[in-house]
Nanobody, 125 residues
Framework: QLQLVESGGGLVQPGGSLRLSCAAS????????IGWFRQASGKEREGVSC????????TYGDSVKGRFTISRDNAKNTVYLQMNSLKSEDTGVYYC??????????????????WGQGTQVTVSS
C-alpha cells in the first residue's frame, strides 16, 4: 500500500521553527514529485511547496518563500519541510502528497492517492 504519513507539527510561538516529516511506505519518494499542502480552518487547502522526482527543482508558494525549505532523504524515504520565521497565518493542518512526476501545476491538479491525516501546526503566542 502506497502511503505517506506526516509528523512533526505542534505549537510554536511566532518567529519560531518546526520541521515536518513526510514518511513514505510502499514506494520510493524519488519516484514522484512530492508536495506539501496546508489547510487553515475555514479555508481551502493550498499548496505550500513541492520537490520534483530528481530533487533538482523545488517550488514554494509566495507566502512561504525565503522561510520554508523542502528537502528529501532518499535513504530514509522521507521528505521534510523546514519552517522558519513562522507566522500566525502559517497555522493549519499540513499534508504531504504525491504530486505526479513534476511540480509544475501541482497546486491545481489532483494528487495521486488520497489525503492522509496531516499534522497540525499552530503558531501562537
Amino acid at each position: 500500500q502506497l502511503q505517506l504519513v506526516e509528523s512533526g507539527g505542534g505549537l510554536v510561538q511566532p518567529g519560531g521553527s518546526l520541521r515536518l516529516s513526510c514518511a513514505a511506505s510502499g514506494f520510493s519518494v524519488d519516484s514522484y514529485a512530492i508536495g506539501w499542502f496546508r489547510q487553515a480552518s475555514g479555508k481551502e487547502r493550498e499548496g505550500v511547496s513541492c520537490i520534483n522526482r530528481s530533487g533538482s527543482t523545488t517550488t514554494y508558494g509566495d507566502s512561504v518563500k525565503g522561510r520554508f525549505t523542502i528537502s528529501r532523504d532518499n535513504a530514509k524515504n522521507t521528505v521534510y519541510l523546514q519552517m522558519n520565521s513562522l507566522k500566525s497565518e502559517d497555522t493549519g493542518v499540513y499534508y504531504c502528497a504525491r504530486a505526479g512526476s513534476f511540480c509544475s501545476g501541482y497546486t491545481t491538479r489532483p494528487i495521486f492517492g488520497s489525503w492522509g491525516q496531516g499534522t497540525q501546526v499552530t503558531v501562537s503566542s
